[in-house]
């Protein structure tokens, strides 16, 4: 079973850049179809960035097209999502998620977050406005 572990949470301003990772123990993840999901106070889990597991196409929530990017590191066992030009919108728990599915469209991977049964514990951010 493999684990997963977010950093790079914290404050930035709007406008600024943060970069989370996502570190994977246990198994090496590079089967796994990936997702990065977020949660804002008193709303639902969303996807924001999907990447498959069969050829690494990936999908982007629309709230975030052109200024987050996600990239896989087989080396590294980890997910980075590249957040760029920060919104306060973009103010969330942010959470990695990971499952070895036969599901290999990557927008259906972010629009059921039921398909990943592993999940991390979810770094927050913050944007100030």
């Known amino acids: 079973q493999v684990q997963l572990v977010e950093s790079g949470g914290g404050l930035a301003q709007a406008g600024g850049s943060l970069r989370l990772s996502c570190v994977a123990s246990g198994r090496t993840f590079s089967s796994y179809a990936l997702g990065w999901y977020r949660q804002a106070p008193g709303k639902e889990r969303v996807g924001v960035l999907c990447?498959?597991?069969?050829?690494?196409?990936?999908y982007y929530g629309d709230s975030v097209k052109g200024r987050f990017t996600i990239s896989r590191d087989r080396t590294r066992n980890s997910v980075d999502l590249q957040m760029n030009s920060l919104k306060a919108e973009d103010t969330a728990v942010y959470y990695c998620?990971?499952?070895?599915?036969?599901?290999?469209?990557?927008?259906?991977?972010?629009?059921?977050?039921?398909?990943?049964?592993?999940w991390g514990r979810g770094t927050q951010v913050t944007v100030s406005s």
């Open positions: 990447i498959s597991s069969s050829d690494d196409s990936t």
């Open positions: 998620a990971a499952d070895r599915t036969t599901v290999n469209t990557a927008q259906s991977l972010c629009l059921i977050p039921a398909i990943f049964r592993t």
